[in-house]
């Protein structure tokens, strides 16, 4: 009798929470009602209902407007802002980083906004060489290779050495119908994503001849990612590069301008070879290695301009700030302006792809805060570089390659530090970060198998080198699979709406610019 009296209540139970019912336990749990934050004051307008009528019918008047007289003017110069594992979440959190969640960061305010998937072929979570391919070169290919097609697999020793399997970029696009094309990164020059701008090679880690060789593939086969573009043709005539890497183009037995040893093993200095490579071709070529000599070029009387800052990544935005580096090496935000200077010297105009390297690596290490400044520092850049060109002839699209897996989680205050402490405690009466990830490093800062789970109360959670609180231990995080944003302001910017391919990207920025495989003409044949 008592067990069926258990059974009939557990049924009972099931029932109500089948139809949703809950208690004022079950509910206050899921919709906690928190103590009203002593730091927070609501702006007055925002008590009133005028207030978000008027500003709800501003942003209806800005929409109909703009789609009342639709920009159909061909682009001139076409710049895409890639924020590396930029997701949605980061975004959010960096409005609020900035201060308040009803700020926007500049690309925000671009009048279209549309979602792109990310997978690669072969995988439902992909990495930053499978996604260059897609935004670059419109063709979808398998995870960790660059300007190939799918027929490629990672590693493969021979599949990438034939031209048959190589795809094309928009910079070659753009090349081939009279502009001139460039690169800007915060990671290696020869990192996945910009890499894709001119590479093609079966495994993204590639990067020098040592890096062939000990994958127990041919270096003479096998072009490695730095001799591509210094000598292969898209790379040759990129009129602009900036970034890290420059052990990358060195011999190991070779030092840089800092005493540090390259990486190579072929006895090749590529530097050395790219400077005389414009000599040959009669043009002004400038290397330069710091933030003194990126000043001190003379852009009006230069044709090409390598910038190589660091022996690998250059640092974090935050932490040039903190270790005083911005004095020595130059922002993103140094690098855009400088190769939107030479690159408007082109009559016919430009491409320009310019990547926040190092949001995705922040993330990889759970460091949420080094991941929102320099996503800030992305969307300074990108807020100069359309002060400094005409919304009429100039598309500008910023887009990520994935996401990563951090979410914004408790219920905090209004304005509250997204880098702090949720309000509410758990259950087991401890604190838990706002920011956290699905898994990754920050599990150290998340549970001790000595004592449980971590308490956090006395910690500085907005110390820059603080792991964000992670669910599963891995010594780096993993990368999210889901949908990521595209801003679009410029020539054809109502194109980038709705939810499509990745490998749209480039088809709709090469229509707008009527150039490669998706112009006009060959629309309309």
Known sequence: MRKSCLILCSLALLAIQARGDLSDEQENAQHPRLISSRDFEALNEELDTRFWHDKAQSILADKVAKYKKLNENRAKNVILFLGDGMSVHTVTATRAFMGDSNMQVSFEKFPYLGLSKTYAVN?????????????????????????????????????????????????????????????????????????????????????????????????????????????????????VIMGGGRSYFRDQAQHDETGVLGLRT???????????????????????????????????????????????????????????????????????ASAINLLSKNDKGYFLFVESGRIDMAHHATQAKKALEDTQEFAAAIEMARKMTDVEDTLIVVTSDHSHTMSINGYPYRRQNILSLAPNLADDELPFTILSYANGPGFADTFSSASGRVDLS???????????????????????????????????????????????????????ANIGPFAKDKLDD
């Open 123 to 239: 995988e439902r979570t992909p990495d930053s060489a499978n996604t260059a391919t897609a935004y670059l070169t419109g063709v979808k290919a398998n995870y960790g290779t660059i300007g190939v097609t799918a027929q490629v697999q990672r590693g493969d020793c021979v599949a990438a050495t034939t031209n048959s399997t190589h795809v094309q970029s928009i910079a070659q696009w753009a090349q081939e119908a009279g502009k001139w094309a460039g690169l800007v990164t915060t990671a290696r020059v020869t990192h996945a994503s910009p890499a894709g701008v001119y590479a093609h090679v079966a495994d993204r880690n590639w990067e020098h001849d040592g890096e062939i060789v000990s994958s127990g593939c041919s270096a003479e086969e096998n072009t490695d990612i730095a001799r591509q573009l210094v000598e292969w043709p898209v790379g040759q005539e990129l009129r």
């Open 266 to 336: 072929d006895g090749r200095d590529l530097i050395q070879d790219w400077q005389d490579i414009k000599k040959q071709q009669g043009a002004e070529g400038k290397y330069v290695w710091s933030l003194k000599g990126l000043l001190e070029t003379d852009l009006n009387k230069t044709d090409y301009l390598l910038g190589l800052f660091e022996t690998s990544h250059l640092p974090y935005h935050g932490d040039r700030q903190r270790t005083h580096w911005d004095s020595a090496e130059p922002s993103l935000s140094d690098m855009t």
């Open 458 to 512: 006395h910690v500085d959670t907005t110390n820059p080198e603080f792991e964000f609180q992670a669910t599963v231990p891995l010594s780096s995080e993993t990368h999210g699979a889901e949908d990521v944003g595209v801003f679009a302001s410029g020539p054809f910017e109502h194109l980038f709406t709705g939810n499509f391919e990745q490998s749209s990207i480039p088809a709709m920025m090469a229509h707008a």
